[in-house]
């Protein structure tokens, strides 16, 4: 499985970025799919994930309400959108796939096996 993550950028606080994260390998469809995070000096942040089918969707506390992710299975594509930028959002994201179910929570890491190289998202105040 190969993931590449895109759309990234620098962005002024209150503003949005759309990341995509295209897969391959793999019947995509199948796997739940999820987006992590990590700024210098802190550990990786749980993002948002989406079941496979799309039908359930998690996010963490810090972005719940103002990022949104969906998925295009036809397209193997993974999307977040991301509304109301701040500057404690700046940060490497990635997004991941778990391809060997393990049954656990959509938002725990080591549920996915598989990670995408990363795009870096900069919010300026």
């Known amino acids: 499985v190969q993931l590449q993550a895109s759309g990234g950028g620098l962005v002024q606080a209150g503003g949005s970025l759309r990341l995509s994260c295209a897969a391959s390998?793999?019947?995509?469809?199948?796997?739940?799919m999820g987006w992590f995070r990590q700024a210098p000096g802190k550990e990786r942040e749980f993002v948002a994930a989406?079941?496979?089918?799309?039908?359930?969707?998690y996010y963490g506390d810090s972005v719940n309400g103002r990022f949104t992710i969906s998925r295009d299975n036809a397209k193997n594509t993974v999307y977040l959108q991301m509304n109301s930028l701040k500057p404690e959002d700046t940060a490497v994201y990635y997004c991941?796939?778990?391809?060997?179910?393990?049954?656990?929570?959509?938002?725990?890491?080591?549920?996915?096996?598989?990670w995408g190289q990363g795009t870096q998202v900069t919010v300026s105040s």
């Open positions: 991941a796939v778990e391809v060997s179910p393990k049954g656990w929570a959509l938002g725990v890491d080591s549920k996915y096996d598989y």
């Open positions: 989406i079941s496979w089918s799309g039908g359930s969707t």
């Open positions: 390998g793999r019947t995509f469809s199948r796997y739940d």
